[in-house]
């Protein structure tokens, strides 16, 4: 995906917009997927993880607002909505709710795209961390490596995902459940393996770990210098 700006679902449904919306985006570099009704876009958002969200208000079935309340407080993907010109109780309503933004019906598609740009610039990191070293370790994630007193481990997908996010969050404290979450699983066990596989890769003795802790109770943090 790397010809792409970003991934994005349009909900919408009426056809027409839908369509157009999905052809205008992908004419300005944007991957889209779209969605006909709020229950559809909750099926595409358990399976695929979107940079942003385009939202209708008024649809058949559950509409927007229920939308956003069903799913903002475990969805941290921004959602710009498309509302009526007569609908500005509900823009305030979405607003508060959860939404970043809103647009009115007819909109400029070149508009969309600049609130979208806007959005994009100020919730996705353009400079991430990728390679660090502490003390013995480097971590190199463009090379999917990590090096310890020369020694040389190679690092799967699921490792590179969890060590990116709390190499680029040092010192932040990472529930069980926050990681299940990136790496879309939700088996505890499962997830305290692979944090062990990660000791033995990082630490000079794992079952004493120095960088990679676990914090009782809440889960594990990345203590690094």
């Known amino acids: 995906m790397d010809k792409f700006i970003a991934h994005i679902l349009v909900v919408d449904d009426d056809d027409g917009i839908r369509s157009l919306v999905k052809k205008y985006l992908n004419e300005n570099s944007f991957l889209v997927t779209t ?16 940079d942003l969200i385009i939202l209708d208000i008024m649809m058949p079935g559950k509409n927007g607002l229920e939308f956003i309340r069903d799913h903002k407080k475990k969805l941290d993907t921004p959602i710009i909505l498309l509302t009526a010109k007569g609908e500005a109780n509900e823009r305030v309503e979405g607003l508060e709710v ?25 919730t996705i990191k353009t400079e991430q961390v990728r390679i660090i070293e502490f003390e013995n370790v480097k971590i190199d ?17 699921t490792e590179k995902i969890i060590l990116e996010k ?3 969050n040092p010192g932040k404290t990472f529930s069980r459940e926050n990681i299940g979450q990136l790496i879309e699983l939700d088996k505890e066990r499962s997830i305290d393996v692979i944090i062990t596989r990660l000791r033995k890769k990082i630490e000079i003795d794992p079952k004493n770990p120095k960088f990679l802790q676990t914090i009782r109770g809440a889960g594990y943090v990345l203590w690094i210098e």
Do not use: Q, T, V
């Open 141 to 157: 994630l463009n090379k999917l490596l990590i090096i310890k007193n020369d020694n040389e481990f190679k690092i799967n997908n």
């Open 166 to 168: 709390m190499i680029n």
């Open 98 to 122: 959860g939404a970043d933004d809103y647009l009115p019906k007819p909109f400029e598609p070149k508009e969309l795209i600049l609130r979208i740009k806007n959005i994009l610039n100020k």
């Open 35 to 50: 969605a006909d009704s709020a229950e559809n876009a909750s099926e595409k958002i358990s399976i695929i993880k979107f």
